[in-house]
């Protein structure tokens, strides 16, 4: 047997391996499984292969991919097309769901792989094979120039430098082929810097980062646009809704976007609290013109001896009113709600600073709700002694909304076909 034939031996077993736990997955919750799909199952356990054989070109790597879309599809009951695998098996950062595909993973693990250990292999092969051309980095080489026609990193040992021109290829052609304004906006806005937290949150129902089947479909189905709900009039506004699940997101008739702004709100106070601030809801008296109230303000100083008010906001990144911006720059919904919120309180009495914390529907985080979590993380970790502690607030705060959007999609359908995201009779 050849070493050629070999390696596609030893991959179609670790194919039948991923089919025998795929057929597992479907009797546990979505988002375990996709967790499992993400960190543990597809892509991990090909790691040391990829990165110590030439495996580039093999056709078990697109049968194990042909495999993985299958299973991710059952995990998310979303139809895959090619475009939407495309996206689903790019990394979160590049606006994907970060199942990797190990056709695109291949050459990158393995030219970094062979450029970490070039100065290794060179002291421990003798002269006449220290020059020996090795058969799989041309290839990898070949395949990395016709998918991203990218030149050498500066760190050729850098796995992630390789990886990222074959990802931003990929994200830029899906970018590029479409003119569609929804479709610009809903591809831009995965790639902006915390709009997939949600992905990244563990699911242990104990501190409320779990989510049911339902809610995983929605939000996966909003970032791949896949279709979600059948065609039908909004109960709230008689409305025509599309198979994309949109108008729920903004119809201000619906009760979901109440529930979403609820959600964050409660988990920023909660925050506010674990950093030893004491905090409460609605405070009233705070604006000298009315009877204006901000979600919430500190009952002792923040910053430079001034108490800090805030109010939630989640504009929806596909709205009629945004979408013109959104399809341009990612954030431009947040940033337009961050200067609404700015000027609705800026009537707020002395000694009280005020922060809007904008997060779209899509996960785009405002430029000032970034930092204000940042700092209310900082301190949360120097109460607690939790480096993550940044990391799994913003985690909460995603899956809130994500939560949110799925009550606002569901709320879109007649009475009795649903009734919340927790038991999933729908």
Same mark, same amino acid.
């Given at each position: 047997m050849s070493v050629g034939d070999h390696l596609d031996s030893v991959l179609a077993s670790k194919k039948q391996d +991923?089919? #025998?736990?795929?057929?597992? *997955?479907?009797?546990?919750? !979505?988002?375990?499984?996709?967790?499992? @799909?993400?960190?543990?199952?597809?892509?991990?356990?090909?790691?040391?292969?990829?990165?110590?054989?030439?495996?580039?070109?093999?056709?078990? +790597?697109? #049968?194990?991919?042909?495999? *993985?879309?299958?299973?991710? !599809?059952?995990?998310?009951?979303?139809? @895959?097309?090619?475009?939407?695998?495309?996206?689903?098996?790019?990394?979160?950062?590049?606006?994907?769901?970060?199942?990797?595909?190990?056709?695109?993973?291949?050459?990158?693990?393995y030219l970094a792989s062979a450029a970490s250990t070039a100065d290794l292999t060179s002291s421990l092969l003798p002269p006449r094979l220290r020059d020996a051309p090795s058969s799989g980095t041309p290839v990898a080489m070949t395949w990395i120039s016709q998918s991203a026609t990218a030149q050498t990193p500066l760190i050729?040992?850098?796995?992630?430098?390789?990886?990222d021109s074959c990802c931003q290829a990929v994200a830029e052609r899906l970018l590029n082929v479409t003119t569609d304004r929804v479709e610009r906006a809903r591809l831009l806005a995965p790639r902006s810097t915390g709009s997939g937290d949600w992905l990244e949150a563990i699911p242990l129902a104990c501190v409320g980062m779990k989510m049911d089947n339902v809610t995983i479909r929605i939000a996966a189905g909003l970032r791949l646009g896949a279709p979600i709900v059948h065609p039908h009039a909004c109960t709230g506004c008689s409305a025509q809704v599309t198979v994309y699940g949109h108008h729920g997101l903004s119809c201000r008739h619906g009760s979901g976007r109440h529930s979403r702004h609820n959600q964050v709100n409660e988990l920023l106070c909660r925050a506010f609290i674990s950093t030893g601030t004491l905090a409460t809801r609605e405070p009233q008296s705070l604006c000298t013109t009315d009877g204006k109230r901000p979600d919430g303000v500190t009952q002792v100083p923040w910053s430079r001896g001034r108490c800090l008010a805030w109010d939630v906001t989640c504009p929806d990144t596909f709205a009629a009113s945004n979408i013109s911006a959104s399809s341009d720059e990612a954030g431009s919904a947040a940033a337009a709600a961050e200067t609404k919120k700015h000027r609705k309180y800026s009537d707020i009495i002395t000694g009280v600073d005020f922060v809007p914390v904008a997060i779209e529907t899509s996960g785009v985080w405002g430029e000032q709700a970034m930092k204000l979590v940042k700092e209310v993380g900082r301190r949360i970790t120097a109460a607690t002694h939790d480096k993550r502690s940044t990391a799994f607030l913003r985690q909460r705060l995603s899956v809130g909304v994500q939560r949110g959007n799925a009550f606002c999609v569901l709320g879109t359908l007649p009475p009795g076909l649903h009734t919340d995201c927790d038991n999933e009779t729908y």
């Amino acid at each position: 047997m050849s070493v050629g034939d070999h390696l596609d031996s030893v991959l179609a077993s670790k194919k039948q391996d +991923l089919q #025998r736990l795929a057929r597992r *997955l479907v009797f546990m919750p !979505s988002h375990d499984s996709l967790f499992l @799909l993400r960190n543990v199952i597809t892509a991990p356990r090909l790691m040391y292969l990829l990165r110590t054989t030439p495996c580039t070109g093999s056709i078990e +790597l697109t #049968r194990y991919d042909e495999v *993985l879309r299958e299973t991710l !599809s059952a995990t998310l009951n979303i139809d @895959l097309t090619d475009e939407r695998w495309n996206q689903a098996s790019l990394p979160v950062r590049w606006g994907g769901l970060g199942v990797r595909s190990v056709v695109m993973l291949a050459p990158s693990a393995y030219l970094a792989s062979a450029a970490s250990t070039a100065d290794l292999t060179s002291s421990l092969l003798p002269p006449r094979l220290r020059d020996a051309p090795s058969s799989g980095t041309p290839v990898a080489m070949t395949w990395i120039s016709q998918s991203a026609t990218a030149q050498t990193p500066l760190i050729p040992a850098n796995q992630r430098a390789w990886d990222d021109s074959c990802c931003q290829a990929v994200a830029e052609r899906l970018l590029n082929v479409t003119t569609d304004r929804v479709e610009r906006a809903r591809l831009l806005a995965p790639r902006s810097t915390g709009s997939g937290d949600w992905l990244e949150a563990i699911p242990l129902a104990c501190v409320g980062m779990k989510m049911d089947n339902v809610t995983i479909r929605i939000a996966a189905g909003l970032r791949l646009g896949a279709p979600i709900v059948h065609p039908h009039a909004c109960t709230g506004c008689s409305a025509q809704v599309t198979v994309y699940g949109h108008h729920g997101l903004s119809c201000r008739h619906g009760s979901g976007r109440h529930s979403r702004h609820n959600q964050v709100n409660e988990l920023l106070c909660r925050a506010f609290i674990s950093t030893g601030t004491l905090a409460t809801r609605e405070p009233q008296s705070l604006c000298t013109t009315d009877g204006k109230r901000p979600d919430g303000v500190t009952q002792v100083p923040w910053s430079r001896g001034r108490c800090l008010a805030w109010d939630v906001t989640c504009p929806d990144t596909f709205a009629a009113s945004n979408i013109s911006a959104s399809s341009d720059e990612a954030g431009s919904a947040a940033a337009a709600a961050e200067t609404k919120k700015h000027r609705k309180y800026s009537d707020i009495i002395t000694g009280v600073d005020f922060v809007p914390v904008a997060i779209e529907t899509s996960g785009v985080w405002g430029e000032q709700a970034m930092k204000l979590v940042k700092e209310v993380g900082r301190r949360i970790t120097a109460a607690t002694h939790d480096k993550r502690s940044t990391a799994f607030l913003r985690q909460r705060l995603s899956v809130g909304v994500q939560r949110g959007n799925a009550f606002c999609v569901l709320g879109t359908l007649p009475p009795g076909l649903h009734t919340d995201c927790d038991n999933e009779t729908y």
